[in-house]
């Protein structure tokens, strides 16, 4: 009969890497910001004490020591005490910016931490009460990609788990009398579920930019006495991204649009509980095109209104950006017009029903302090890219070129 046991299993907590993709950081969010790496670990460890877990996995990434200076080794040391007075025992494999093999000699590492070295797998048999329940086989994060065939236990082994920072080869992970394959190295959570084997991607602790949206935390891992192992995402992230998009109609007042946001921004309080949400709103728009949208002087309106009525807390929802959709389509006789307006949209056009036709930013960068091959990586354009500029372009010409009156 297998035995029941829980730990926990996270990755990529990146103590020493700040909060990056801000246009600007304003002065009440900066300790927060500052902090998010270190709170998000700390609530890691808290939830470990709570759960009483028979011992925690670290698969990686925790720490690049040489920018993370004293403040994440004194860290890192005592919260492996707090576990060490629990009885919680903590086994890391480093990943590809941590070596906890390479740890300060000067430092003595506390005795229910276990760090398994980058050059070889090793094991390590967990025991509760004089009774082995678990076996660890670890290894630290190399270059090339790890062969899962390298980490096997024995048939008789007790429930058997693999630590390891990295890709692998997902297709040929049986065979080895693994149970859970504790992965680190993807801050995007993934559970791979195999015939008799769950691989874990433990995903970060705390996202570090806009493209890392969503929750973010660790996982907690049960198996009952039959031996069937459950897992389950915790989230414990102190910042979160996210992109939000509503939908308004075209003439849309500035009330209009204000209880629509206001609607949503109720919605992710309910889902934000206490973390700071960092939002990128995008405002899409049906109906017959009206300029007054996307006057800039109302955007920056709703941006300063979004702001102070719910970004001045810690706990508040931040908006990082505030864009609008193009139109779905413009008025067909503004193209025929004998206007200034009326020739730009005719060239813009040109460019967007033609993809051959390239845009010469090469024309618009500094003549000195940029070698030939930098000036033409800078001056491609993607596809993608190249519409969104002409998107903008045309509605800046609106409401640049027009001689209608725009109200705000």
């Not at 002065?27 to 890691?44: D, G, I, S, T």
């Not at 017009?337 to 005719?346: A, C, F, K, N, Q």
Request: glycine fraction near 6%; hydrophobic fraction near 40%.
């Amino acid at each position: 009969m297998a035995i029941e046991l829980k730990f926990l299993h996270a990755s990529d907590l990146h103590l020493d890497e700040p909060i990056s993709g801000l246009p600007e950081i304003p002065a009440h969010l900066k300790k927060v910001l500052a902090n998010a790496p270190y709170v998000a670990a700390e609530r890691l460890f808290d939830r470990a004490i709570a759960e009483k877990v028979d011992f925690v996995l670290l698969a990686g990434d925790v720490v690049n020591l040489d920018h993370g200076g004293p403040r994440s080794a004194a860290f890192l040391l005592a919260q492996f005490e707090r576990l060490l007075e629990k009885g919680i025992r903590v086994y890391w494999c480093g990943g590809s910016v941590d070596q906890p093999d390479r740890w300060p000699a000067a430092i003595s590492l506390p005795e229910n931490l276990l760090v398994f070295p980058s050059t070889m797998i090793e094991h390590a048999v967990h025991q509760r009460n004089g009774r082995a329940i678990a076996t660890i086989c670890g290894a630290g994060h190399e270059s090339r990609k790890r062969n899962p065939a390298d980490f096997r236990c024995e048939s008789d082994a007790p429930f058997p788990v693999a630590l390891l920072h990295g890709e692998l080869d997902t297709t040929t992970m049986t065979g080895q009398n693994i149970r859970y394959w504790a992965l680190g190295g993807r801050h995007r959570q993934t559970t791979i579920d195999k015939t008799g084997s769950l691989a874990v991607f433990s995903g970060t602790t705390q996202s570090r930019c806009p493209e890392e949206s969503g929750a973010c935390g660790c996982m907690m891992a049960t198996v009952d006495d039959a031996g069937r192992v459950k897992v389950s995402e915790i989230e414990i992230d102190v910042v979160r991204w996210s992109s939000q998009k509503i939908t308004v109609a075209e003439n849309a007042s500035l009330e209009n649009l204000k209880s629509a946001l206001a609607e949503r921004c109720s919605k992710i309080r309910l889902d934000a509980a206490d973390r700071l949400m960092l939002v990128q709103w995008t405002v899409s728009a049906t109906g017959e095109f009206n300029p007054r949208l996307r006057n800039a002087a109302l955007q920056a309106e709703l941006l300063a209104w979004l702001r102070t009525e719910y970004g001045m807390t810690g706990h508040g929802i931040w908006t990082t950006r505030l864009q609008f959709d193009p139109p779905e389509s413009l008025p067909a006789d503004w193209y025929e017009e004998d206007t200034i307006l009326g020739d730009y949209l005719r060239a813009t056009s040109r460019y967007q029903g033609d993809s051959s036709m390239a845009f010469s930013l090469a024309d618009y960068l500094p003549t000195a302090g940029i070698d030939e091959e930098a000036r033409v990586e800078l001056s491609r354009v993607s596809p993608q890219r190249r519409e969104q500029l002409l998107q903008r372009m045309v509605l800046a010409g609106i409401e640049y070129l027009s001689p209608r009156e725009i109200e705000s």
